[in-house]
């Protein structure tokens, strides 16, 4: 497994990786759907990218002029939805507050132009429709999350990874199961990374089929760039004797990302657990796993969130500098 030598920002691009690439999972690069979530996580992460999209105002006026004018002169939802395409560069931040203005009120005109975008014969059209237009929902609480359970079903699969991540976002509980159920057909298909966004949506959900899923992907010696950090964030024993064996085989510079994993599901499953995992027969075994347990809750649990920073929290302006 490739050294995560990004593991504390793990992307900090403004902007979800377009359709165009959708590939497949990498085990160093974040998906569409992870950098998607990482400028949903909370509204100082928004405002952060926007402003540093506004930053560059003097470099982008001349291309995105004309479009942010438009925008800004519409005067209903309707009309900046009609106005959606020209969303883009300089034009995206004007367009995302002024439709966060009509708030709840223009839930059920979004939900209304995804289930129309879904009809759209270019995909590339189609999926940045989506990552705005879903993006909006994120803000809209249970009614977002309400229209989010009601157009699912006719949204495409790049649709439906990305409506897993902000339905985790919004903590609906009750779309638990229709997020396995995206995940148990997604996950057959490697060449997406369509999965990655039902397993957001779990591990927000603290649905206890997410460990379990990742242990067997573990196991299974699959490896894609949300793994490790998504076990240090929902991991349970199970992933305990298959993290200890990866750290192992490991060179001596590159085991801190699975023994991070393994300190976070420490604390979370407790000494007595962790005991139990590792399945120590005699004696000197028990003694050896002893100590490995009182090393791992030895370490502070904050560590592993700054160590996964952007799996944790937002992305924050020290990310970003680190980024550049």
């Known amino acids: 497994m490739a050294k995560r030598k990004g593991a504390k920002l793990h992307g900090g691009s403004g902007r979800p990786a377009g359709s165009a690439r959708q590939t497949a999972a990498s085990a160093t690069i974040p998906s569409a759907q992870t950098l998607f979530r990482f400028t949903l ?12 999209t506004l930053a560059m105002r003097s470099l982008l006026w001349k291309r995105d002029g004309a479009s942010v004018r438009q ?60 990552e705005k237009l879903i993006a909006l929902l994120r803000w809209q609480g249970e009614a977002g999350a309400q229209a989010l359970l009601e157009v699912f079903d006719a949204l495409d699969d790049y649709g439906k990874s990305l409506a897993c991540v902000v339905l985790g976002l919004l903590g609906a509980r009750g779309s638990a199961d229709k997020l396995w159920a995206f995940y148990e057909r997604a996950a057959r298909d490697r060449r997406e990374t369509h999965y990655v966004g039902a397993l957001w949506g779990l591990i927000d959900l603290k649905d206890g089929r997410a460990g379990e899923v990742l242990a067997d992907l573990l196991k299974a010696g699959q490896d894609f760039y949300e793994l490790i950090p998504f076990l240090s964030l929902a991991g349970d024993e199970r992933a305990v004797r298959p993290l200890m064996a990866m750290a192992a085989l490991l060179p001596e510079d590159e085991k801190l990302t699975p023994l ?28 050896a796993a002893e100590r490995i347990a009182d090393q791992l809750l030895a370490q502070p649990a904050d560590a592993v969130a700054e160590y996964f920073a952007s799996f944790y929290r937002g992305v924050r302006p020290e990310d970003l500098a680190r980024a550049l």
């Open 260 to 287: 991070t994993a393994l300190v976070g599901i420490a604390h979370r499953t407790g000494r007595e657990a962790l005991l139990a995992a590792v399945d120590a027969t005699t004696p000197a075994e028990r003694e």
């Open 41 to 52: 996580v909370d509204t100082q992460t928004r405002d952060l990218l926007d402003k540093a």
């Open 71 to 130: 925008i800004e002169a519409a005067r209903t939802a309707e009309e900046l939805l009609d106005l959606l395409p020209l969303a883009n560069g300089l034009a995206e931040p004007v367009w995302l507050e002024r439709m966060r203005r009509f708030g709840s009120q223009a839930v059920f005109l979004i939900s209304a132009r995804l289930r129309a975008v879904s009809n759209s014969r270019s995909s590339e059209a189609r999926h940045l429709a989506y």
